[in-house]
């Protein structure tokens, strides 16, 4: 049972294309694991954001955030987007991103795939 770190209720398990993750009824915001951001999020800014977590490089702590899974103090990531900055709260030993509602769709979504090109007799 994973709880809201804003709203300290019980988060809802939710089942997307892309695997689960789990939001808050109340506050609209919701948890992910980096598995899940992956299948997301275009790549290098992924991986520039687990970079910077894993260097320590502008982090701030968020001891009024819990982490939905173990409770222990996340920490608040930074990083530039195209529509500006986004702070992120994470758990780095969980591998858990929470996002206040709109956060997320900050993120640069993953490329469309190619169209398979037709192929004529």
Excluded: Y
């Amino acid at each position: 049972m994973f709880t809201c770190p804003a709203c300290r209720i019980t988060l809802d398990r939710t089942k997307t294309e892309q695997g689960l993750i789990w939001t808050c009824t109340r506050c609209g915001g919701h948890a992910a694991t980096v598995t899940i951001l992956r299948k997301n999020v275009h790549g290098p800014f992924i991986n520039g954001l687990w970079e910077q977590l894993l260097e320590g490089k502008w982090l701030r702590p968020r001891p009024d955030r819990p982490c939905p899974s173990c409770a222990k103090s996340m920490s608040e990531i930074t990083k530039e987007t195209i529509t500006g900055p986004v702070q992120i709260d994470v758990c780095r030993p969980c591998q858990f991103f929470w996002f206040d509602l709109g956060e997320a769709s900050q993120l640069p979504a993953l490329p469309p795939d190619a169209p398979e090109p037709e192929l004529h007799p």
